[in-house]
């Protein structure tokens, strides 16, 4: 029926034509009838993989749903749409820059299978408040057409990256006519624990029309005397969005003549989360008056819990993740996992130990207080529950914690009634939130020289 062979730490299972294939992986048969493809699907998975062992029924890893299956269900609907070497159709526009390999590594665009206006699909900024089948149906639906690159000698992949630039330079979607090697991959990852990704392909042809250059990210791509950096911060306080930077960055538009390099798309996004937080914060939040009350902002979306606590101090700034047991990065059974990192008035010299979230987070709230022209000691805080059933991206922290400081917050007179109210909010218990933060601990224990003036 099957054939089960391992290799380096992975297994294949492969399955005949003829049987319901996903039948072999999950138990609810009524589910594997209803995604059955026709033709062969290779799914592959980690050696002693958790999902395999529960296979989609047992809730093993404590979520209320198979995250495994939710994105499969995605993952064949555009597989059944893309069954031949040839696809036509609109790209966001989006790209991606792979980064295994590195420097050299594989990019390419980012194309569904649709023509018309996709440009919801490639635009986290406005993705808060959809639900997480149509936020996986966005990342899924993308076939990343591929080619190989070095990404310090880009030039020599020129057939496909003046296309690639073209789309990542656009304002709008742009029309793509794609010819690959091979159909699209046929095999699925099946694991709860990895972001959704599209089914990918070599490129052997493409063509691009309708392009539209957004002509202020055009202007900075032409200037081969701006620095990569200084055309981040113009773009950004020019309005062009977050992610549109981020896109163009990744694919090396920006900097001087001769040091123009591709950017793998999640080195990208951090890049630009950090370079446009810390150059807002040095030119725009340091220096002004700090807020005059403590104040508490709060948000809640697919499974997570955000509070921002800004004190009446001067800059400085902590994020904090509190992982319930049982969720994506906490398999743990009984403790709650907590991680964060902060820096001081000073910044940072070194990459925060948590992440990119850091990063994200960080730009949300230093754009918040530069539109204000004040400073604040800023703790932001995220709790994760089983409902989160599977990463999405560090885009969901910037863009929740942008629309937690879009909302009314809460005035308090003293940092003790204010973390009363954050208790509030959190099914972990505050004490565990002072414990693992520096800001708490040197607010509520640090004595200050205005105390003897």
Avoid at 6 to 31: A, L, M, Q, S, Y
Avoid at 164 to 174: D, G
Avoid at 190 to 209: C, R, T
Avoid at 289 to 304: A, D, H, P, Q, W
Wanted: net charge positive; glycine share 8%.
């Amino acid at each position: 029926m099957g054939g089960l062979k391992g290799r380096r730490g992975k297994f294949v299972k492969k399955v005949k034509k003829r049987i319901p294939w996903i039948e072999h992986v999950i138990n609810d048969f009524e589910t594997a009838g209803d995604l059955n493809p026709k033709g062969a699907v290779e799914v592959k998975a980690r050696e002693g993989s958790l999902c395999l062992i529960c296979r989609g029924s047992r809730r093993l890893c404590g979520k209320p749903r198979c995250p495994a299956v939710v994105k499969l269900r995605s993952f064949l609907n555009v597989r059944r749409a893309v069954d031949s070497t040839e696809m036509a159709g609109s790209s966001p526009p989006g790209v991606f820059v792979g980064r295994v390999g590195y420097p050299y590594v594989y990019a390419g665009p980012l194309v569904p299978p649709v023509l018309g206006d996709t440009s919801l699909l490639d635009a986290p900024e406005r993705w808060i408040g959809k639900t997480l089948e149509e936020i996986v149906d966005f990342r899924t639906s993308l076939i990343r057409s591929k080619f190989r690159v070095n990404v310090k000698k880009p030039e020599k992949a020129e057939r496909f990256m003046d296309r690639t630039l073209e789309l990542a330079l656009s304002e709008k979607p742009v029309d793509a006519d794609v010819v690959f090697k091979k159909r699209p991959s046929r095999s699925f990852f099946f694991d709860g624990e990895v972001q959704p990704m599209g089914p990918s392909a070599l490129l052997k042809e493409i063509e691009v029309g309708g392009v539209k250059a957004d002509h202020r990210i055009e202007k900075a791509y032409s200037d081969t005397d701006l620095k990569a950096e200084e055309a981040t911060l113009s773009l950004y306080l020019n309005g062009v969005p977050v992610s549109r930077i981020q896109r163009a960055f990744s694919v090396g538009a920006f900097g001087v003549a001769g040091q123009r390099r591709l950017v793998p798309t999640r080195w990208s996004i951090t890049a630009v989360d950090a370079i446009i937080s810390r150059r807002l914060i040095e030119s725009m939040v340091k220096g002004s008056k700090t807020i005059n009350e403590y104040r508490v902002y709060e948000f809640s979306y697919l499974g997570n819990r955000f509070v921002v606590l800004m004190m009446p101090e001067s800059w400085s700034y902590e994020w904090i993740e509190a992982w319930y047991p049982g969720t994506v990065f906490n398999p743990s059974k009984t403790s709650i996992a907590v991680g964060g990192d902060w820096e001081g008035y000073k910044g940072r010299t070194t990459y925060a130990s948590i992440g990119g979230c850091y990063y994200a987070v960080r730009l949300a709230v230093a754009e918040y207080l530069a539109r204000e022209r004040r400073q604040a000691s800023v703790l932001a805080m995220r709790e994760i529950s089983p409902g989160f059933i599977t990463p999405l991206g560090v885009w969901i922290n910037r863009e929740s914690v942008r629309e937690a400081l879009r909302r009314r917050y809460q005035k308090f007179n003293t940092l003790e009634d204010a973390l009363r109210y954050v208790n509030t909010k959190f099914t972990i218990g505050i004490e565990e939130w002072m414990r693992a933060s520096v800001l708490l601990q040197n607010a509520l224990h640090q004595e200050k020289i205005t105390k003897y003036l």
